[in-house]
């Protein structure tokens, strides 16, 4: 099926926007991209008239928990769960993700390996959910943080076996845990966890299975262990210096902020139900968390979007959230944008198919009646949202009917 979306303004994901264009999809590829009046409709396609709409690519989010359901104890609820329970959860959370533009997603800490079962069915067209680049379990130490989604270890023959069982799998990306987090108890997150010896064995083993490793990182000891074995990103990274941000930008490092979970969990009142102990850390490192975000920005780090969706009221279908944080912190809506497309597709690596809207793409993009580099909160609302495609077929929105 061809389908003709003409006359709308469009974002394209690389930093330009043009007016008055043609986006041609076939089967699941853009086939052309140009002004309406040079762009040849083919006889039979399908007719979408844009006027005052706006186009952009498939947003994406590098830090997902579909396991995760924004419960006030994460950590007790998964816990409580049967596995199928949680894998019928997380298919729930896929839906709602896709419905709010986010055609793909980077999960980087499942309760087990039934995030691949996830993308399989979302893949063959069994539900509806977002492209999935999975971690499968986070590697940390041995009653370490993450450890009810992850796998713990000690010592590097054993990080090395754990690498190459994620992998086999079905893990597109490594995730291991370099410093303490704010929902495991008993962790701190500006102590190292995982030696420097352990991470780089952790690298060597994944890029000989040609994938990336993402370091769960607040402080900056454990994000200079990371950084210099060679992790393709820092998560969280709240706790910045410039050391650790100078590291970063030397070794073209991505920071994924996940603004989000910081700022769900610290609103919270104490009577919320969230643990004593993760909202103190996460109100004693919010603050410090903004001004390492703008530090990074302010340096040119690569950012990458990440909500953490799935964390305490840091709901999936919510992810737009993030670029309204990024914003109001002072990175500009355009560059919002591109850190959820373009370069949030380097960064997971498959940026040679989706990230932007050009000749040659896969057609996965989102269709919107009003302008988000006026207002970014529009990225957020339902009623805005015309039509998400994946791939070349309306999954969302009232253009679902396109197929």
Known sequence: MTIAIQHVRLIDGAGAVREGTTVL??????????????????????????????VLPGLIDCHV??????????????????????????????KATIEAGFTTVRDVGSRDHSIFTLKQAIDSGMMPGPRIVGAGLAICMIGGHARFIGQEVAGVAQVRKVV????????????VIASGGVLTPGTSPDDVQMTAEE????????????????????????????????????????????????????????????????????????SCGIPESALAKARAMTNRHKTSFKQAYDNDIFIAMGTDAGTPFNFHGENAQELERMVALGMS???????????????????K???ILTKGM???????????????????????????????????????EKR
């Open 333 to 351: 809506p355009m560059d919002a944008i591109i850190a959820s497309t373009a370069t949030a597709a380097k960064l997971i690596g498959i940026h």
């Open 362 to 400: 896969e057609a996965d993009l989102v269709i919107l009646n009003r302008n988000p580099l006026r207002r970014i909160e529009v990225l957020r609302d339902r009623d805005t949202i015309v039509g998400v495609m994946k791939a070349g077929k309306f999954v969302a929105g009232p253009l679902v």
């Open 164 to 175: 190459a069982e994620q992998v086999a799998a079905g893990a597109g990306v490594i995730k």
């Open 25 to 54: 999809v076939r089967h699941t590829k853009i086939v052309a991209v140009g002004p309406s009046n040079e762009v040849r409709i083919p006889n039979g396609a399908t007719r979408i008239n844009g006027r005052g709409l706006t």
């Open 199 to 270: 991470i780089a064995a952790a690298v060597n083993a994944a890029r000989q299975a040609g994938k990336p490793v993402a370091a769960h990182a607040h402080g900056a000891s454990g994000m200079k262990h990371a950084i210099q074995a060679g992790a393709r990103s820092i998560e969280h990274a709240t706790l910045l210096d410039e050391e650790s941000g100078a590291l970063m930008k030397r070794y073209g490092v991505y920071m994924v902020p996940t603004l989000s979970a910081l700022a769900t969990t610290a609103a919270c009142r104490p």
């Open 353 to 355: 198919s989706v990230g």
């Open 65 to 94: 928990h579909l396991c995760l359901g924004g419960e006030a104890d994460v950590v007790k609820t998964l816990e409580s769960e049967q596995p199928s329970y949680t894998l019928l959860k997380s298919a729930t959370h896929a």
